[in-house]
């Protein structure tokens, strides 16, 4: 069947995201010249409650668990199984990330290659209609004991693949699988062919779902590397659209401003699914400017830009607390910032680092504010943002073709109609720091094409 080891892999999990889930029972089946030399399955007690839902599709009960192994039990018996192996599962992204999370909780590397049953019965089955597990059983009468339990499951896939390679043959399964093995990283219900056609040029990307509705806009400078890289990435989120997606559509569009003028009107036409800022989420981690007691400092606030008054006390944007809280920390220990007029450290007099000879002294007025700021400036000057540098709205070219987009406060605000005059949006933009960061871009290094706008 191969001509390399395979390992069928089937797990049952707590929920539907690694990030939020564990895996509650594995089963792993290696072959080896199309016999089974190993076989391992175990419940896993996945250290925290098993859903009632989980319960009623598994038949998986908290008793069942009692005594179960943990992961880490299991870990070197699941890896000696895998050792140089290809990984193969029913839509193989949703096992692996499950397993690839539970070896990183372990500080273990976990990258096999992939095989996806899905993809291969799509390609080997195009005529057909429905490749999930259960329609491949009873489509094709495989025996199965216990639907939904790891072992059961896994041997499915098996029968599965043993029946496809002796209905077509070897030579038409073996294309099929090194054509899969090399684009493993694509979503179970995308022709590659659609992929090959994409060129690394700016412009959007629309992927659509199996009726050809849109379910995400996005853009980039570099097409084809940028529509790849959702399906390399395994958060829970990525890998639920690439199982939607089965079309993707790109517009070229000759620039960066460009592509970002086309998403921003696509997303509110088109309102995709997957679209962040359809749900107009604007929430930033800010490192917001403040003084204390003459020294210069920042908070963490959370919430929206407003875009009149926050600008000039906005010293970074991020995701995050976490990461916003991260950055402060690396620039308090670069610039030798006072952790505790940071609000890093909470101390009655010096702070710690002071003693370490990594403070100077700012906490207890040994390092006077003016010299204090000055450093705290520099630290800062490349994450805070620029206040809007004009009096009023500009236009800006988009294309050859003289259509040009209305821009102030660092957000789209309208277009420039055939005749000449703006037409401004009838909703409020909401500030998005991709967009900062590409017109500021653009008017840095385009000041002879700024024209301004006049109500």
């Avoid at 009960?61 to 039990?73: C, H």
């Avoid at 940071?342 to 003016?370: H, P, T, V």
């Avoid at 040009?404 to 420039?416: A, C, F, S």
């Amino acid at each position: 069947m191969f001509n390399y080891p395979v390992v069928f892999v089937d797990i049952e999990t707590t929920g539907g995201s690694y990030r939020t889930s564990r895996v509650l029972e594995v089963a792993v089946i290696r072959y080896e010249n199309g016999v089974v030399v190993d076989e391992f399955s175990s419940l896993i007690n996945p250290e925290r409650h098993i859903p009632t839902v989980i319960t009623s599709i598994t038949g998986i009960t908290e008793a069942d668990i009692v005594g179960a192994p943990i992961f880490s039990d299991i870990a070197d018996r699941f890896a000696e199984i895998m050792n140089g192996a290809v990984f193969v599962a029913h839509n193989v992204r949703f096992d692996y990330s499950f397993i690839k999370n539970e070896f990183a909780l372990l500080g273990m590397p976990f990258h096999p290659r992939l095989l996806c049953t899905v993809r291969l019965s799509r390609s080997l089955y195009a005529s057909e209609q429905g490749h999930s597990l259960a329609k491949l059983i009873a489509r094709y009468d495989i025996p199965f004991m216990n639907r939904h339990r790891a072992l059961d499951d896994a041997r499915a896939i098996a029968y599965f693949s043993q029946m496809a390679f002796d209905q077509h043959g070897p030579e038409l399964f073996a294309a099929a699988v090194q054509h899969q093995l090399k684009t493993q990283s694509l979503p179970p219900n995308l022709d590659l062919t659609q992929i090959e056609q994409i060129e690394n040029v700016p412009g959007v990307y629309i992927f659509k779902d199996e009726t050809h509705q849109p379910i995400y806009v996005g853009k980039s400078i570099t097409l084809k590397k940028r529509v790849m890289s959702h399906f390399q990435d395994v958060s829970p989120k990525e890998v639920r659209m690439s199982q939607a997606v089965y079309h993707i559509e790109t517009i070229p569009t000759g620039s960066e401003l460009a592509a970002l003028v086309l998403e921003s009107k696509l997303v509110k036409d088109l309102k995709p699914l997957h679209n962040r800022r359809l749900r107009w989420v604007s929430s930033y981690a800010m490192l917001v400017k403040k003084i204390k007691d003459g020294y210069s400092t920042v908070s963490i606030a959370q919430g929206s830009v407003d875009v009149e008054t926050d600008l000039d006390t906005i010293y970074g944007i991020y995701p995050s607390r976490m990461k916003a809280k991260k950055r402060m920390e690396e620039i308090t220990r670069t610039f030798e910032l006072c952790p505790k007029l940071m609000g890093l450290e909470k101390a009655n007099g010096a702070c710690f680092s002071y003693s370490l000879g990594k403070c100077r002294g700012a906490c207890i007025g040994e390092e006077s504010d003016e010299l204090y700021n000055r450093r705290f400036e520099l630290a800062l000057e490349h994450t805070r943002l620029q206040s809007w540098p004009f009096d009023s709205p500009i236009a800006l070219p988009v294309n050859e073709k003289g259509e040009q987009v209305i821009i102030k406060n660092w957000m789209i605000q309208g277009y420039i109609d055939e005749i000449g005059d703006p037409v401004y949006d009838t909703e409020s933009p909401n500030f998005d720091m991709d967009e900062y960061k590409i017109i500021r871009r653009f008017i840095r290094e385009n000041k002879q094409y700024i024209r301004f706008v006049t109500s």
